[in-house]
């Protein structure tokens, strides 16, 4: 069992920048895709960014403005939110993903309000 524990969401102003922080449990960080997702109200989940080995990817609507490391050995994931928009207001969420040993975990979140 796997658990994923975000931090790092608050209140900030346009513009302002913010860091995600989600630390996992287990051995089975290093071997994983780690990636961040977030829900805004009324819509669906969507992907922001995702890191696997020595790769990341990130959603068009943040290219540029976020970005997302690891830390294998303090197993923890972070994402770096900067020139923050109203629209980047969501919960967001982390996600551990193996395919080798199919596990798929998320964490319970963590609210990110952009407002003035």
């Known amino acids: 069992q796997v658990q994923l524990v975000e931090s790092g969401g608050g209140l900030v102003q346009p513009g302002g920048s913010l860091r995600l922080s989600c630390e996992a449990s287990?051995?089975?960080?290093?071997?994983?895709?780690m990636g961040w997702y977030r829900q805004a109200p009324g819509k669906e989940r969507e992907l922001v960014a995702v890191?696997?080995?020595?790769?990341?990817n990130y959603a068009d609507f943040v290219k540029g403005r976020f970005t997302i490391s690891r830390d294998n050995v303090k197993n923890t994931v972070y994402l770096q939110m900067s020139s923050l928009k109203p629209e980047d207001t969501a919960v967001y969420y982390c996600?551990?993903?193996?395919?080798?040993?199919?596990?798929?975990?998320w964490g319970k979140g963590t609210l990110v309000t952009v407002s003035s």
């Open positions: 287990g051995s089975i960080f290093m071997l994983s895709a």
């Open positions: 996600n551990l993903k193996n395919v080798l040993y199919r596990m798929d975990y």
């Open positions: 890191t696997n080995g020595g790769n990341t």
